[in-house]
């Protein structure tokens, strides 16, 4: 499986040069290996409520992070954090996935993190990639957690109004 040419993919068939790029739980990985691996391509990154750039999770805490998850297809999200966590990267490649704060400061795009004290990532995550990621901010969203869009639906879209202006994003949802 290789979800960073598949998102390039999608990007291609929808005609746009380039794109903000938004990634939760473990698409923020492969969202930033797509901005690693196509950084002309990504004019903002946000990582919502992502899954710790090393694999500090095991199976068991993955699970129990999955089983919040309310869509029919969770169980979808669930094959794609067990081959994260079997070292699996979102590229393709073997060997990325279990440790990729490495390449991080390689991502220049302006990065918008969010997190919310119900996420099962530790907060010390998305403060190490917002230490690792040079153009990086982190938000902390003080309801809400891993789905803040349920919890907490005007911070989180206030945060991304903000961060989004310049690409056209209205104040009201």
Same mark, same amino acid.
């Given at each position: ?19 903000? #790029? !938004? ?22 990154? #946000? ?7 090393? =694999? ?5 805490? =993955? ?7 309310? &869509? ?9 954090? &067990? =081959? ?8 393709? &490649?073997?060997?990325?996935? &279990? ?23 530790? !907060? =010390? ?7 690792? !990621?040079?153009?990086?901010?982190? #938000? ?34």
């Amino acid at each position: 499986m290789d979800d960073v040419a598949d998102l390039e993919s999608v990007r291609a068939a929808l005609g746009y040069d380039a794109w903000a #790029v !938004l990634g939760w739980g473990y698409g923020a990985a492969v969202a930033q290996f797509y901005a690693r691996a196509f950084p002309n391509r990504v004019t903002r990154l #946000v990582l919502l409520a992502p899954m710790p750039q090393r =694999a500090t999770w095991d199976a068991d805490t =993955a699970e129990a992070a999955l089983s919040m998850d309310p &869509r029919p297809d969770a169980a979808v999200d669930a094959t794609l954090a &067990r =081959a994260f966590l079997r070292n699996d990267g979102p590229d393709g &490649r073997p060997g990325d996935a &279990r440790d990729y704060r490495r390449f991080l400061p390689d991502i220049h795009t302006e990065t918008l993190i969010l997190w919310g004290p119900g996420d099962p990532a530790p !907060l =010390a995550a998305s403060q190490e990639a917002r230490d690792l !990621l040079p153009n990086a901010r982190l #938000v902390v969203l003080m309801a809400g957690g891993y789905m803040p869009w349920r919890h907490n639906m005007p911070a989180l879209h206030g945060a991304l109004c903000d961060f989004l202006a310049a690409q056209g994003c209205r104040a009201t949802p």
